[in-house]
Nanobody, 114 residues
Framework: QVQLVESGGGLVQPGGSLRLSCAAS????????MSWYRQAPGKERELVAS???????SYAASVKGRFTISRDNVKNTLYLQMNSLKPEDTAVYFC????????WGSGTRVTVSS
């Protein structure tokens, strides 16, 4: 029922930018806080950024000032604008309802390398 489809990943050089999208369906999107997570090779999934139903935002210290999370409740879509990318940002990025441990999508891969 719940579907989360991430897109927008790719290969970029350090210092570059990328915009990720997450198309959500199967639930009333506007009522849920949403988050972006990422998982690097050999590491656990970590929280990157969150946005509430009232558009409040929070970020991991490692991405503050570089990433911006936003949402479009008409399109049922979550976004992550990533600027000044670093090699350590390399990971598969996932979106989900905040604090949910199920219904994960396939993610979108971001590789930052020169």
């Amino acid at each position: 029922q719940v579907q989360l489809v991430e897109s927008g990943g790719g290969l970029v050089q350090p210092g570059g930018s990328l915009r990720l999208s997450c198309a959500a369906s199967g639930f009333t999107f506007r009522l849920y806080a949403m988050s972006w997570y990422r998982q690097a090779p050999g590491k656990e999934r970590e929280l990157v950024a969150s946005i509430g139903s009232t558009h409040s935002t929070s970020y991991a210290a490692s991405v503050k000032g570089r990433f911006t999370i936003s949402r479009d409740n008409v399109k049922n879509t979550l976004y992550l604008q990533m600027n000044s990318l670093k090699p350590e940002d390399t990971a598969v990025y996932f979106c989900n309802r905040r604090n949910y441990g199920r219904d994960w999508g396939s993610g979108t891969r971001v590789t930052v390398s020169s």
